[in-house]
């Protein structure tokens, strides 16, 4: 795997080779569906490793994101023809007030390196705004950002919303931000909490498998 150009490119962050790679395999016949899980959520599931054991830093998070998200402008719509189905949904968002978005963004791009379908609202999202979107794409789970301890409230209220509007329960919610904590993610009785892009991927695989 490690000899694969895509499988490398992804992992260099080099946007530009990553998307000469998929050129290259798709001319001769290759699998999109194969690319995807064989060697490009392979190379980013290494970023996140490297990043965890601190080989990596957020620039490199962001460079090999933008690698994948080169490869996959190619390939989602050969996916979409051919029915593949993504290893889930998430809806994403930084909350109301908040108008922070790389810590979002590169959770977006890890999740969908992941093998996610990502849906992001941006930033400033308010509970209506997230529950709206849930009604409308029925996620497995709904992601939400605060980079500000001001604006942790609104993830509170958001889930209050999702409560009244009666579907709290089909969905997973998970949150994270420089002030968010595990602590605060059980007092306001969300299913997941994670530190870093890297993490919020195993915990979104981790609540489809629960």
């Known amino acids: 795997m490690r000899d694969n150009p895509l499988y490398n490119a992804v992992l260099d962050g080099d946007a530009r080779g990553a998307k ?8 001769i016949g290759a699998d999109p569906q194969d690319l995807l899980s064989s060697y490009m959520i392979p190379a980013m599931d290494e970023v996140g490793k490297r990043f965890d054991d601190g080989e990596y830093f957020v620039p490199e998070l962001l460079i090999s994101a933008r690698a994948m998200k080169a490869g ?7 996916l ?3 029915g593949a189905k993504p290893v889930g949904t998430v809806v ?34 308010g509970p209506e705004k997230f529950t709206a979107a849930i009604t409308e794409h029925h996620p497995d789970i709904v992601a939400m950002s605060a ?14 919303e999702l409560t009244r509007a009666g579907i709290r329960n089909s969905v997973k919610v998970m949150i994270g931000g420089a002030p968010v904590t595990r602590r605060y993610a059980a007092e306001i009785g969300a299913d997941a909490f994670s530190e870093s892009a890297s993490g919020a991927v195993r915990e979104a695989k981790s609540l489809l498998n629960a």
């Open 80 to 82: 979409a023809e051919t």
């Open 72 to 78: 996959m402008e190619l390939l989602r719509p050969l």
């Open 147 to 160: 980079l500000l301890t001001t604006t942790m409230p609104g993830m509170k209220a958001t889930i209050e």
């Open 92 to 125: 994403v968002g930084t909350v109301r007030g908040d108008l922070h978005d790389i810590g979002k963004n590169l959770v977006a791009s890890m999740l969908e390196g992941g093998g996610f379908k990502v849906i992001d609202l941006g930033v400033d999202v």
């Open 20 to 27: 000469a790679a998929v050129e290259e395999a798709l001319a």
